[in-house]
């Protein structure tokens, strides 16, 4: 077994593999760019070793650099998390020839799978199912369009070399294709160092299902079941579960074993990923095509973990250093269910806009130094993240905070063990998706499990505002509302030293959501509009949480305080409440609103990034829908276009500046 490992890889998946090695009794290793000096996986590791800069190119990407820390620390394996590196096949080589063993695929392996148009050839010929396209290279747009009219729309475009979202765009119509071509090119290149482009057929109502294989240096493979990552955004995966709602046994065991076939005809050893589109129209078992091999673990890898009871790092970690796998396909048994959302840096009120920022306040629902924990009921909770409170989410790497990952005996069990724990995941940064998460699971069509890669789209088409509150959950948060109030007040009169009599602690208030006054009179539990509502809540003055307890279970609400109420966040959705005595809530009806400024005359910058180009100038007419600047963040080009026909008055920003949130790039007359 190897005695020291490296991890050449930053955030969670660092500490992951650091977690699994320690249990192992393997040193640890990390690596880290300037911006990530400080980082939980730094101060994780036995040993550290500065990389570069914060940018990935000039740190965490270059080999060189990776290798020359391995040597110099006495590391005798690297493992590479998720694949930070963008030439793995050749570090690998370079691994080998320094005498340090690579715990991940062959680089046979990872070449056959690595380039999207040549394995699907090869799965082609191992008898897996692919999806009709072109796998040619092609050379401009003009070729482009036509390949993809020979197809039909719609067509995907996607980058070769590409993966996780990036380098692909849907194509319904001509005019799409040559928006996207040359865009899909450019993000190929500037991700993956290759501007290759194929186009296939885009299945409409498809299932994004994988199966995780596993195989070591002796010639055993097997499949460790499916996990479901329909929920994308932007092909990004927000969600995933493991088993998927929609795969039979029988269909299991066909993906398996084609997924099983594609690994032996490259010879294939360590943990890997087989991705699948299935179309949720089959009912026959048999609509599934190959979409690419991932050979590197998953983010999504703990849904995995969590119904086999298998630890993916360590069987990784025991595949590097030439043991056997301890089991065959027939001791893989599927138990309950999985659930893993993706915490991000990202703002659903706002498009799902990428955010950076310092992390205020960062308390996830369980201990950070152990991985599973309870949030009521049966089952666990695990959290898997790389950041620590105090520290910055950087616009160099992925906005992902944290994985919440949660395990019962039944998928509704699980999804409830998420509601629960989001409500309790304090978290502030700039944005985040803590409140989108939490309607996903409460969603009627996710509990049905009736998922496509469309269905944040399809949901959500005028942009998420939030989950909505029923009547009933209005009144218990109402309930709340005028508790915490109360709590406040009765602290304030026990203040010494004040003026005339102690003055008595209100019992009756006026709680406004919205529209909505709420008449809440507190005694033995709280009466709401008339109808008594039985329960406690638990708050001291200066708690982030109140927890209410009542015949409808337990509610866990996350409270800021304002100037006339609260803020209130539970249930996917933040409530903003006023709260008001009788007499005071008749007179505020008369307070005026205060209306913010109209910015429909400028361009606002969306996100912090790059501004890339300006494409148009001073005096020009544009018209909506019109592209006016490119603005780059994460890695991903995001074309801003114009709302409204217009005249530019003023260009405030040029290629190649840096941009804040809410500059104004362009001014209209």
Same mark, same amino acid.
């Given at each position: 077994m190897f005695k020291k490992i490296l991890v050449a890889n930053r955030g969670e998946i660092a500490c992951r593999v650091f977690r699994t090695a320690k249990r192992m009794g393997i040193a640890t290793v990390a690596v880290y760019s300037d911006a990530d000096a400080r980082a939980p996986h730094v101060l994780m590791a036995d040993e550290s070793v500065r990389l570069g800069p914060a940018p990935a190119?000039?740190?965490?990407?270059?080999?060189?650099?990776i290798l020359a820390a391995a040597k110099a620390t006495g590391a005798d394996a690297i493992h590479p998390g998720y694949g930070f590196l963008s030439e793995r096949e050749s570090f690998a080589r370079a691994c080998a020839e320094a005498g340090i063993a690579f715990v991940g695929p062959p680089p046979n392996a990872i070449a056959a799978m690595g380039d999207k148009i040549e394995s699907k050839k090869l799965a082609k010929e191992a008898g897996v199912n692919v999806v009709p396209g072109y796998l040619g290279e092609i050379a401009d747009t003009d070729e482009a369009v036509r390949i993809a009219s020979e197809i039909g729309y719609p067509v995907m475009m996607k980058a070769s070399a590409g993966g996780g979202g990036k380098g692909m765009r849907l194509a319904y119509g001509e005019q799409d294709v040559r928006e996207g071509f040359e865009a899909t090119k450019r993000e190929g290149l500037a991700s993956f160092g290759d501007d290759r482009v194929f186009i296939e057929k885009f299945i409409e109502q498809p299932r994004h299902i994988e199966i995780q294989v596993l195989g070591?240096?002796?010639? @055993?493979?097997? *499949?460790?079941?499916?996990?479901?990552? !329909?929920?994308?955004?932007?092909?990004?995966?927000? #969600?995933?579960?493991?088993?998927?709602?929609?795969?039979?046994?029988?269909?299991r065991r066909k993906m398996g074993e084609q997924a099983v076939a594609l690994a032996r005809a490259v010879g294939y050893y360590s943990a890997g990923t087989v991705e699948l589109i299935v179309s949720g129209a089959d009912k026959t078992g048999d609509g599934f095509y190959f979409l690419e091999m991932n050979t590197r673990l998953q983010v999504e890898h703990p849904v995995t973990e969590a119904i086999t009871g298998l630890d993916l790092v360590e069987q990784m970690i025991r595949v590097a250093a030439g043991e056997e796998l301890a089991f065959g396909q027939d001791d893989?048994?599927?138990?309950?269910?999985?659930?893993? @959302?993706?915490? *991000?840096?990202?703002?659903?009120?706002? !498009?799902?806009?990428?955010?950076?920022?310092?992390? #205020?306040r960062y308390r996830p629902p369980v201990a950070q130094d152990t991985p599973y924990g309870e949030v009521g009921g049966d089952g666990y909770v695990r959290v898997d993240d790389g950041v620590a409170e105090g520290g910055e989410v950087s616009m160099f790497y992925d906005p992902m905070i944290a994985k919440l990952v949660t395990w019962g005996e039944t998928r509704d069990a699980a999804a409830d063990l998420q509601i629960a724990a989001l409500d309790r995941f304090?978290?502030?940064v700039l944005g985040n998706n803590i409140d989108f998460l939490s309607a996903l699971m409460q969603h009627p069509r996710f509990r049905e499990g009736a998922l496509t890669t469309g269905f944040i789209a399809e949901e959500y088409p005028e942009g998420f505002t939030g989950a909505p509150a029923d009547a009933a959950l209005a009144r218990r948060l109402a309930a709340i509302a005028a508790a915490l109030s109360w709590r406040q007040a009765e602290r304030a009169s026990l203040i010494s030293g004040q003026l005339g009599a102690m003055p008595l602690t209100p019992c009756d208030w006026v709680v406004h959501m919205g529209a909505i006054a709420h008449?809440?009179?507190?005694?033995?539990?709280?009466?709401?509009?008339?109808?008594?509502?039985?329960?406690?809540?638990?708050?001291?003055p200066g708690d982030r949480i109140a927890v209410a307890r009542s015949d409808d279970g337990e509610l866990a609400v996350r409270v800021a305080?304002?100037?006339?109420?609260?803020?209130?966040?539970?249930?996917?959705?933040?409530?903003?409440?006023?709260?008001?005595?009788?007499?005071?809530?008749?007179?505020?009806?008369?307070?005026?609103?205060?209306?913010?400024p109209d910015m429909s005359r400028f361009l606002l910058a969306p996100m912090p990034g790059l501004l890339t180009r300006v494409e148009v100038a001073v005096g020009d007419k544009v018209?909506?829908?019109q592209p006016l600047a490119v603005v780059e963040a994460m890695k991903m080009e995001n074309i801003l276009r114009a709302e409204k026909s217009g005249t530019v008055k003023a260009v405030n920003f040029g290629a190649g500046e840096s941009l804040a949130v809410d500059a104004a790039i362009l001014e209209f007359e």
């Open positions: 190119a000039e740190s965490y990407l270059k080999a060189e650099l070591d240096q002796h010639g @055993n493979i097997v *499949y460790l079941g499916e996990r479901e990552c !329909s929920i994308q955004r932007r092909h990004q995966k927000v #969600v995933e579960e493991a088993p998927s709602p929609f795969v039979t046994p029988e269909m893989v048994t599927l138990t309950g269910w999985a659930i893993e @959302n993706r915490i *991000y840096a990202e703002d659903p009120y706002r !498009s799902f806009l990428p955010s950076t920022g310092r992390l #205020v304090e978290l502030e008449e809440v009179t507190l005694g033995d539990g709280a009466i709401v509009d008339g109808e008594l509502i039985e329960g406690s809540v638990e708050w001291n305080k304002t100037r006339t109420g609260w803020v209130l966040t539970t249930r996917g959705a933040a409530h903003r409440v006023g709260v008001y005595r009788p007499r005071v809530a008749e007179l505020a009806k008369h307070m005026i609103e205060k209306i913010p018209e909506a829908g």
